[in-house]
């Protein structure tokens, strides 16, 4: 079956960074764009960033353009976001998802405070 695991966030302080990691299986991971979202309290889920099959193109929400980078390494079925410059409105649980499938993983908590 379809499975992601999130890792990689914790608390951290603003203006800091934080690498998330996403492990994908159960389907052909390089023929999927791929996308992280995030939830934060009290928020529906939105979407950070996007990137395709092969990587070559990206795309963020505004409120993240320009400090935070999506890529992805197919031949280990995984995706990554770079956060940072990382602010107190970044706070969030945050999954990965395969562009076209239902399926979410249990997420990795963020969280930027002083």
């Known amino acids: 079956q379809v499975q992601f695991v999130e890792s990689g966030g914790g608390l951290v302080q603003p203006g800091r960074s934080l690498r998330l990691s996403c492990t994908a299986s159960?389907?052909?991971?390089?023929?999927?764009?791929m996308r992280w979202y995030r939830q934060a309290p009290g928020k529906e889920r939105e979407m950070v960033a996007q990137i395709s099959t092969s990587g070559d193109t990206k795309n963020y929400a505004n409120a993240v353009l320009g400090r935070f980078v999506i890529f992805r390494d197919n031949s280990k079925n995984m995706v990554y976001l770079q956060m940072d410059s990382l602010k107190p409105e970044d706070t969030a649980v945050y999954y990965c998802?395969?562009?076209?499938?239902?399926?979410w993983g249990k997420g990795t908590l963020v969280t930027v405070s002083s």
């Open positions: 159960g389907f052909i991971f390089s023929r999927y764009p």
């Open positions: 998802s395969a562009f076209g499938l239902p399926d």
